[in-house]
């Protein structure tokens, strides 16, 4: 169901309540906060210098980005990458899950019945600024986000502020995902 940590009885007492995502901005609006406490300030990402680029060896490489708890999916992820290097035993497959957390156990777990076109490197949590190097430097074909929910994704705009087509779960505010100076 819906999470919102504040009790709305709370909002009267705020100068300013700041929505992210239109959809915050109307939940917010809905929930009682009067239009004079509340504004909205999208968040977005810069433009990187560099666009990635797409394999030119036959492989596909996807990357994904998140931490690895349940809301996130990340074990679906290795499923449905499972699933597509068996139906495809010819095409040479990579992931890339950039994160960390209480369910990477469970993905290298699952990784273990991975067929041997399908590689996976799980280099846990590293700094922002190696995820955008990695999409500088490294082909990627596919961005992938299975979460069962999200506030306004920021791994999706980094991904396709560097021109890599992203598939995600349609999941409220992910349509709703803003690039800026693209």
């Excluded at 705020?14 to 009682?32: K, N, W």
């Excluded at 909205?40 to 990187?48: D, H, I, K, S, V």
């Amino acid at each position: 169901p819906p999470f919102q940590p504040w009790h709305p009885a709370m909002y009267e007492h705020l100068a300013l309540t700041a929505a992210i995502s239109q959809h915050g901005f109307d939940y917010l609006r809905r929930a009682g906060v009067t239009p004079e406490r509340l504004q909205l300030f999208r968040l977005g990402t810069e433009a990187p210098s560099t666009l990635a680029r797409a394999s030119q060896d036959g492989v596909l490489r996807i990357v994904s980005c998140s931490h690895v708890t349940a809301v996130k999916r990340v074990p679906l992820i290795a499923d449905a990458l499972i699933a597509f290097a068996r139906a495809h035993p010819q095409r040479a497959v990579a992931w890339t899950h950039f994160g960390d957390g209480p369910d990477l156990p469970a993905v290298r777990e699952r990784l273990r019945a991975a067929p041997a076109n399908l590689t996976a490197l799980l280099p846990g949590a590293v700094e922002n600024a190696r995820v955008i190097d990695h999409y500088a430097r490294e082909p990627v074909d596919l961005f992938l986000l299975l979460s069962a929910s999200e506030g306004l994704p920021v791994s999706i705009q980094e991904a396709a502020g560097a021109a890599i087509p992203v598939i995600a779960t349609d999941v409220v505010p992910s349509r709703e995902t803003i690039l800026l100076g693209r």
